[in-house]
Nanobody, 120 residues
Framework: QVRLVESGGGLVQAGNSLRLSCTASGLTFSAYNMAWFRQAPGKEREFVAAITRFDYNRNTNYADSVKGRFTISRDNAKNTLYLQMNSLNFEDTAEYYC???????????WGQGTQVTVSS
């Protein structure tokens, strides 16, 4: 059974940082592309960042709204995905989800989410 478990969310003041983690089990983590999505109250879920599966050619991609502030990374030895979030602002308040997908496929495994709340 595939499980993705997010952690690291919380309440933080604007301008500060948080690091989210997503620990995977039940799948060959290194074979999957991984991503972070988020959903704010009353809004649709949106893409945040993604990282490809290969250790030697690890490509990343970011939403324009987080580019330069957020960094996605992974540790295949620990089956863990990270999202370092710096310079947080109120608009970053959302439930953050990690997702896994094989190349050329949609993200078909999702975590339960971790809440990030940024106070102004």
């Amino acid at each position: 059974q595939v499980r993705l478990v997010e952690s690291g969310g919380g309440l933080v003041q604007a301008g500060n940082s948080l690091r989210l983690s997503c620990t995977a089990s039940g799948l060959t983590f290194s074979a999957y592309n991984m991503a972070w999505f988020r959903q704010a109250p009353g809004k649709e879920r949106e893409f945040v960042a993604a990282i490809t599966r290969f250790d030697y050619n690890r490509n990343t991609n970011y939403a324009d709204s987080v580019k330069g502030r957020f960094t996605i990374s992974r540790d295949n030895a620990k089956n863990t995905l990270y999202l370092q979030m710096n310079s947080l602002n109120f608009e970053d308040t959302a439930e953050y989800y990690c997702a896994a997908g094989l190349p050329q496929s949609k993200y078909n495994y999702w975590g339960q989410g971790t809440q990030v709340t940024v106070s102004s």
